[in-house]
């Protein structure tokens, strides 16, 4: 396997200690120029307009650093260099800056930290001490932009016993899979671009605070579901997209965010028992294992997904082409993650197909998924 390299990019921010403001953000990567490795670098950050107004205001540009050698300033482009006013009093600043690459490196990772986190969150001791902490992680070995998460963040309220769902809707522009899953709030300090973030210690799934209900993303759909929040106040969630090409996976996404949860009349949820999050993995974990990039001409069982027709209002057919001899196993979800239909297909070959049936199905995105034991790739279906 060849080794992966890092690129460190780190936005310092100089705010002063007690501008306990920021709410969330995430960063995207975009391929400006697919001949000379240029890429476009936005970070787009939440903040508390009451809390932090004046620091807000002063950043109109951040400091870059590339990881090879040489740095640069990022404006801050939206309102006029002024950022805006999004709602329920926070502000939203972008931050764009293009990067001219001499090497085409295997992987790269782009982080953020930045001071301060908002305090008395409860999932996360003494929060205002800890450094916000953002990463993607992106492949140049493909042309490619990561993914773009078209739902904003601003405040997210949540109900007391009331169940709480979220969507990034994230799209992809090259039309690459993408799946979905909770991670760990991080830290890593904040003036030096050559460190990691690492897993703040005292973190807590939300739901494990006080150790009721559920909280759980869809791997497929993306809904971020809470079932449901038992206690007043805020809350930090971190979740992952993932990008799939051919079954390899060349890019992941991190979004950081606030739940805030209010006592309002709502709809009362039945709570399920409670229900760990589990183990999730560490940074290590993430960069050695899961996300060495390869590239697409790399000896991976590469699969190939056709569906036909597409959109469909009773049958459709899926076609799998893996370069090697393989078993899958097709799954087909509805619109809300529910497992609809699954076949296995347990002779070695390098081409399965398979028909499906959907005729009484309500008019919906449906997401078909294919497994080969090693790798999956997944495709919208539109049912008419």
Not at 116 to 130: H, P, T, V, W, Y
Not at 218 to 224: A, K, M, R, W
Not at 294 to 299: D, P
Not at 371 to 376: I, L, P, W
């Amino acid at each position: 396997m060849k080794q992966t390299f890092h690129l460190i990019i780190c936005i310092l921010f100089t705010f002063p200690i007690f501008a306990s403001h920021l709410k969330g953000g995430n960063i995207q990567v975009t391929q400006v120029n697919n001949q000379d490795l240029t890429y476009e670098i936005t970070v787009t950050i939440y903040s508390d307009f009451e809390t932090g107004f004046r620091a807000y205001m002063d950043q109109k540009d951040v400091s870059v650093c590339f990881g090879d050698g040489s740095s640069g300033i990022a404006p801050r482009v939206n309102g006029n260099g002024n950022g805006e006013q999004f709602v329920n009093n926070l502000g939203k600043s972008i931050y764009k800056i293009q990067h001219k690459y001499a090497s085409n490196l295997t992987a790269y990772r782009v982080y953020v930290t930045l001071l301060n986190r908002s305090q008395s969150i409860l999932n996360i001791k003494n929060a205002i001490n800890e450094p916000f902490y953002i990463e993607t992680l992106f492949n140049t070995k493909v042309i490619n932009s990561t993914p773009t998460l078209t739902n904003d963040i601003g405040v997210l309220y949540a109900k007391v016993k009331q169940v709480f769902i979220y969507n990034p809707k994230a799209i992809d522009s090259e039309g690459d899979s993408l799946t979905y899953r909770l991670t760990m709030a991080r830290a890593c300090s904040y003036n030096d671009c050559r460190v990691f973030g690492a897993p703040i210690e005292s973190f807590k799934q939300p739901n494990e605070v006080n150790k009721e209900g559920t909280f759980k993303i869809n791997e497929l759909t993306g809904d971020l579901t809470w079932n449901a929040p038992t206690q007043i106040g805020v809350y930090v969630c971190c979740f992952i997209v993932e990008e799939w090409r051919k079954g390899v996976k060349i890019s992941i996404t991190v979004r950081d965010m606030e739940i805030v949860v209010k006592d309002e009349v709502g709809n009362i949820a039945t709570i399920p028992p409670y229900e760990a999050v589990g183990k999730l993995p560490n940074i290590n974990e993430i960069t050695n294992r899961s996300l060495v990039l390869s590239t697409e001409n790399e000896a991976f069982p590469a699969i190939e997904l056709k569906v036909y027709p597409n959109p469909t209002t009773e049958v459709f057919r899926a076609e799998v082409i893996d370069n090697l001899p393989s078993k899958v196993v097709f799954q087909l979800f509805d619109n809300t993650g529910k497992l609809l239909q699954e076949f296995k297909q347990s002779n070695l070959e390098q081409k399965h197909s398979q028909e499906f049936n959907i005729e009484g199905l309500p008019e919906q995105v449906l997401i078909l998924k294919v497994n080969n034991g090693k790798h999956y790739i997944t495709k919208k279906v539109l049912k008419k």
